[in-house]
């Protein structure tokens, strides 16, 4: 019910979050900025050559998204993937050994 109306963000159908409860969709959207928007500080904490491949050729690279979402206490790097994988956002990338997403 609250997560029709916007006031919390639950995931059911998604494996690895359906444990998790998103009080502040608010807080969603400025996490993912980080990735798509990042500010002038934000982008001179990440990896360049990690950040220049996102922005020219789409390549999310395991370093860069770790980076990005390391220091937040309330999700993980990797549960922020199961997200944007789960919203086709992302898609892992085929003959590659790392965990890297287009």
């Not at 979050?17 to 001179?44: A, D, T």
């Amino acid at each position: 019910f609250y997560h029709d109306l916007g006031v919390f963000l639950f995931y059911a159908n998604i494996p690895d979050l359906n444990r998790k409860v998103i009080i502040n969709p608010n807080w969603l959207i400025h996490e993912l900025g980080k990735l798509l928007c990042p500010s002038e500080s934000q982008r001179r904490c990440q990896p360049g050559r990690f950040r220049s491949k996102f922005e020219t050729s789409g390549v999310l690279d395991k370093q860069l998204y770790n980076k990005i979402w390391e220091s937040n206490d309330d999700i993980s790097p990797q549960d922020m993937m199961y997200l944007l994988k789960s919203f086709l956002l992302a898609i892992p990338m085929w003959k590659t050994t790392e965990d890297n997403y287009f």
